[in-house]
C-alpha cells in the first residue's frame, strides 16, 4: 500500500518538475 502511494505521488511530482523544467528550458541539461 505504501509502495504504491509512493510510486503515484512521484509521478505526479515528476510530471510536474518535467513540466516545470521544460518551460524554464533546463532540460536541456539533463538530456544524454
Known amino acids: 500500500m505504501k509502495l504504491v502511494g509512493l ?3 512521484r509521478g ?3 510530471s510536474v518538475l ?3 523544467m521544460q518551460q524554464e528550458n533546463d532540460f536541456a ?3 544524454p
Do not use: L
Open 12 to 14: 505526479m511530482v515528476g
Open 29 to 31: 541539461h539533463i538530456e
Open 18 to 20: 518535467m513540466q516545470r
Open 7 to 9: 510510486v503515484g505521488w
